[in-house]
């Protein structure tokens, strides 16, 4: 009756752990002050350009002149248009308003662009994964079952990223159908550089396979040379899909509002996969309320960019606290610098949980173990830097004194 596949999900052990062998610790050590470094979530309200955008848009839809009812299942043209103009053309990407399709976020469209290809094919994850590009495909049956040794699907090629390869995947020899990217990553903070992106485009369009590129920490990009866009590489617009978020850019994470560009020129089996979309979206999505579509206009107007760069700039600054804070105890810390995440090599070798537990009772921070992304992340720790700047440099000098 059920589908099996599910029984095949691993449990969402790791934030549940986390949150059970922290309350333990706070129930032991009343007294003691914890630090929660290990949030994905944003911290900082929405700021006034998308308030008074969300207002003026509340105040339309009171009124019989200016309601709304269903949105155009593809998105309002004054949002798809701004974001392909802001986002694409001005960075010299050829993307077509047609091509953007507005939705609810990241998330569900990482999940469910799954359903476009056959159940045969396979997919490649980075090895730390987002957890959600495989765990649809386990639920839509592509992965084979979990291996418990290995703490692997058999049937998905998995990409290492650790220490070793500069926490860059490598290209597969034999490239699977659906390769899922990620960048800036999560977890691992870590960037791409176009002429590296470059050779995955040119990969996979000689392999003919799809590459699903989540971009959604675009923003916090701060270097040059690192792509804000997989359509900045030639030969994209035939072999990628890309997924962008307004969550960790604009703090729409209790909102709701993200975007998936699919290029016309896009085509598998001689079938266009825009076209799909627009089929799938069509069928199983009801459009993202107007309210929400006119705070994401918001963000691209003058006075919007200036606000959420300043929060995005609060947010790398506790980044760099984190990271040169570490480096100067002599840990070895990799990102922070283009994205939100600072990933950290386990001293003397440690378990990343064996450092979960030693943080927490030395320092009374909180962090997430590396090795609840996929098996490399083994001897890895995350900590984000969506906390305060009183609580991260507080959590610094915790750390330090260790
Ligand atoms: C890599 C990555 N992609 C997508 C998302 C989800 O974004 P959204 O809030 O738009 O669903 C997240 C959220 O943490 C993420 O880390």
């Not at 009374?364 to 609580?391: D, K, M, N, Q, W």
Request: charged letters at 25%; hydrophobic letters at 35%.
């Amino acid at each position: 009756m059920i589908n099996k596949n599910y029984q095949k999900l691993q449990g969402s052990y790791l934030f549940s752990e986390t949150a059970k062998r922290t309350a333990a610790f706070a129930q032991a050590h009343p007294d003691r002050s914890l630090i929660r470094l290990g949030i994905g979530d944003v911290t900082l309200p929405l700021v006034p350009a998308v308030q008074e955008a969300m207002h003026r848009a509340v105040d339309e839809m009171g009124k019989a002149e200016t309601f709304r009812g269903y949105a155009p299942e593809q998105g309002y043209e004054f949002l798809r248009e701004v974001i392909a103009e802001k986002d694409y053309r001005d960075r010299g990407c050829q993307i077509d308003g047609d091509e953007i399709f507005i939705s609810d976020g990241a998330k569900c469209d990482c999940g469910n662009t799954q359903e476009l290809f056959s159940q045969e094919v396979r997919i490649a994850v980075c090895d730390p994964v987002y957890p959600v590009y495989l765990d649809t495909n386990v639920m839509a049956g592509r992965t084979g079952d979990f291996c418990r040794e290995s703490g692997r699907y058999g049937d998905v090629t998995y990409m290492p990223c650790t220490l070793e390869n500069g926490f860059l995947p490598e290209i597969p020899e034999k490239m699977p159908e659906l390769v899922y990217l990620c960048f800036p990553n999560n977890p691992t903070g870590s960037a791409i550089r176009k002429e590296e992106l470059q050779k995955w485009v040119d990969a996979a369009n000689k392999s003919g396979s799809v590459l699903l590129y989540d971009a959604a920490y675009e923003a916090y990009i701060t270097e040059d040379g690192i792509p804000h866009s997989i359509y900045e590489c030639d030969g994209a617009r035939t072999c990628a899909i890309e997924f962008r978020s307004f969550s960790k850019n604009a703090g729409f994470t209790g909102v709701r509002l993200g975007f998936t560009v699919v290029p016309s020129e896009l085509v598998r089996d001689g079938v266009s996969l825009r076209d799909l979309w627009f089929r799938r979206q069509g069928t199983k999505y009801n459009g993202t309320p107007y309210i929400v579509q006119r705070a994401g206009q918001a963000v691209y107007a003058p006075d919007g960019q200036k606000q959420i760069r300043e929060q995005i700039g609060y947010y790398m600054k506790n980044a760099a606290v984190i990271r040169e804070g570490l480096l100067s105890c002599g840990y070895q810390a990799s990102g922070g610098v283009n994205s939100p995440y600072i990933w950290l090599k386990t001293p003397n070798g440690m378990t990343s949980w064996q450092f979960f537990d030693l943080l927490l009772e030395q320092a009374g921070v909180i962090g997430t173990p590396g090795s609840g992304f996929g098996p490399s992340g083994e001897g890895y720790f995350r900590l984000t830097a969506f906390g305060s700047h009183e609580s991260t440099q507080e959590a610094v000098e915790r750390i330090r004194r260790m």
